[in-house]
């Protein structure tokens, strides 16, 4: 895989904000459900050119959606899903960042 099709977006969030100010610079990304940490570490160090040192990878599930305008005469009309996807968080080395993140 490319590292282009393995890092899909940057996840960015207050909690997100918070994990890159601190000491240990920590980035979260939206990855490719077929990656690994070995893979997203490579295509980190790639694309920004920095020594990732750790990656934590989750599967985080889909939500169940509710659309009570359409459900109100059937039960299940208006339910629905978001879709799975998977979350990778990056620790860089320490004096390390990615300037991309720091402008925005």
Not at 48 to 67: A, E, M, Q, S, T
Not at 69 to 91: D, E, Q, Y
Request: charged share 30%.
């Amino acid at each position: 895989m490319d590292s282009n099709e393995i890092i899909i977006e940057p996840v960015l969030t207050e909690k997100t904000n918070l994990l890159r100010e601190g000491e240990g610079k920590t980035y979260v990304f939206k990855v490719s459900k077929k990656a690994n940490k070995i893979m997203v570490m490579r295509a980190v160090s790639d694309l920004f050119k920095v020594r990732p040192v750790g990656c934590r990878i989750i599967n985080v599930r889909g939500k169940v959606r509710h659309n009570r305008a359409i459900s109100k005469n059937s039960f299940r009309r208006g339910l629905g899903r978001t879709a799975a996807w998977k979350k990778a968080m990056v620790t860089l080395e320490k004096g390390q960042s990615i300037d991309a993140f720091e402008g925005a």
